[in-house]
């Protein structure tokens, strides 16, 4: 690169060379300048970028929340709160991303301003909601980030400032208000929206859902906020049912476009030991909840059909097992051979399947190339909804209903994984009616509510907002695993490590923020509103 640039400067100023001759050398005339590029396109970018996070959800959240468990290595992250190999960096990894994507949407906004404010104002305001959807995750997972003067380097803001968390929380149900409200059905569609197709009624269903999502996070640390936030939502109008549920496709047949959870767990460490967690699979069994025959199936016996991703296993619910966390296959006393009520393996002789008789998810319905990554669904704001009546607050209908709607929802919406995955209409009723809202205490149905949000978001794929309102509510009451050597002193992380370079990126402000976490930038700190 320098002998080209040295030559560059001498060619410049042998032949006089201008401003226009180097935007001549530095433009590639075979690319879409700013004023041809369709600033719709980026939105699409961010929306799929967001959604599709494979391995920084799997890693962590999925086994730390107990909805999956793993005896491999790199999962001894979340299984066992170990901090394994280099796998580390996967814990900033959100941060990371999470102002990359935001970034973009702001890139895209300012494309559209240039060009016209009327035509792309309803893109403009859907990029509003899509930067508080975005920023709203990383402030949940690290605390104090850069809200105020993130994405701003272009105008010299080359160091920003980490606002608190409560400072970025009330900017953020401010900006997402204002945005819900500029979005008019009256003006052009965004074109390239991979969620809702631009239908701006369904968008501020959205926006009015993802208020509700951030008014319940304050539950434990500001309750009047969340109050105000949440009866404005609900006012508001939030999503009505499962053919709102904000979901982002993905591609199959383009590598770069394929589902990455379903990429990662292909892999055949992970295929051959990641399964549902025996605390997951319980407590679906334990109430005779219908998505155990359709979510888990158990390999066909020994080593080469456990990992034969063409052989479907068996579904009878009968027979599905979970899979302990907190062991491994090294042959000591963590060994899940070595545990109590260990099934044995499947298979005989050398082909031998150590987990073979315990559950995995379904390989047709949740390894799918193309398969559906879940933003938000009707179930979860209409669990929210419950509990937020069930605090007494201003909100329409009863807890109960909004309760038998949310599990009635969830149970729909296992047919958007796959059509193999659907329950009958006659099963979900009956489902539902047998198993009422229980409100003998307010607590009994805060536990309720949210092990069915805990049962939606872990069947559906969404370990981190399980993460999230499990690390708000307490609900379900997991019980930690003490592997030796882990991290945490037997405890499920509250957070997770900022962005190992901003030490060296962003000094003084990443310093500022973590001498405000109590015990510093580790897994058991705790975010503001996780008190």
């Known amino acids: 690169m320098k002998p080209f640039l040295t030559l560059l400067f001498f060619a410049c100023i042998w032949s006089g060379c201008t401003k226009s001759q180097l935007d001549k050398i530095n433009t590639d005339p075979t690319k879409s300048t700013s004023d041809q590029y369709d600033p719709n396109n980026l939105l699409s970018t961010a929306q799929f970028n967001y959604a599709n996070i494979g391995y920084y959800q799997l890693l962590y959240q999925s086994t730390m929340m107990q909805v999956l468990a793993s005896t491999y290595n790199y999962y001894n992250n979340g299984d066992k709160y170990i901090n394994a190999a280099n796998f580390t960096d996967y814990q900033g990894r959100i941060f990371d991303q999470g102002f990359t994507q935001s970034s973009t949407i702001r890139q895209m906004q300012r494309l559209a301003l240039q060009k016209s404010t009327d035509a792309y104002s309803n893109l403009i305001s859907i990029g509003d909601i899509m930067v508080v959807l975005i920023l709203h995750r990383v402030t949940d997972m690290y605390g104090d980030i850069p809200y105020l003067q993130a994405n701003q380097a272009q105008i010299g803001v080359k160091y920003p400032v980490y606002d608190m968390q409560k400072v970025v929380y009330d900017a953020m149900f401010n900006d997402l208000d204002n945005a819900i409200k500029q979005l008019d059905a009256t003006k052009p569609k965004a074109t390239a929206d991979l969620i809702y197709g631009g239908d701006v009624v369904k968008w501020k269903k959205f926006g009015y859902s993802l208020m509700l999502r951030m008014a319940m996070r304050l539950t434990k640390i500001d309750a009047a906020t969340a109050q105000k936030w949440a009866e404005k939502a609900s006012a508001g109008g939030t999503l009505e049912n499962i053919g709102d549920n904000a979901i982002v496709p993905t591609d199959a047949s383009n590598y770069n476009s394929q589902n990455g959870t379903s990429l990662a767990l292909r892999t055949l460490s992970d295929y051959r030991e990641v399964r549902w967690s025996k605390t997951f699979i319980d407590g679906l069994r334990n109430t005779g909840d219908p998505r155990l025959g359709v979510i888990a199936e158990v390999s066909q016996p020994g080593l080469a059909n456990n990992i ?20 491994d296959l090294l042959g000591g006393a963590t060994d899940i051979r070595n545990s109590p009520g260990y099934p044995g393996g499947s298979g005989t002789g050398a082909d031998v399947a150590p987990l073979g008789k315990y559950s995995r998810p379904v390989t047709s319905v949740y390894l799918k190339l193309g398969g559906p990554n ?61 198993h009422p809202l229980d409100e003998s205490t307010p607590e009994k149905a805060f536990e309720m509510i949210n092990t069915q949000y805990w049962l939606l978001t872990g069947s559906t794929f969404n370990f981190i907002e399980n993460w999230f309102n499990w690390k708000r509510s307490g609900y379900p009451a997991l019980v930690p695993v003490n592997y030796p050597g882990n991290v945490t002193g037997g405890t499920i992380p509250r957070r997770m490590i900022y962005l190992s370079t901003e030490i060296l990126n962003n000094p003084d402000n990443y310093k500022a923020a973590v001498a405000r976490l109590p015990g510093g930038d580790v897994l058991t700190s705790r975010v503001w509103w996780d008190k």
């Open 308 to 327: 034969n991703e063409n052989l479907a296993g068996d579904r009878d619910p009968a027979l599905q097992t979970g899979l302990p966390n907190g062991y």
């Open 374 to 434: 879940f933003v938000m669904t009707y179930a979860e704001t209409e669990f929210l909804l419950a509990e937020a009546k069930e605090r007494g607050w201003n909100i329409s209908g009863t807890a109960a209903q909004h309760y038998a709607k949310g599990l009635s929802a969830a149970l729909q919406t296992m047919s958007q994984l796959d059509s193999q995955a659907a329950i009958s209409p006659s099963v979900i009723t009956d489902y539902v009616n047998g």
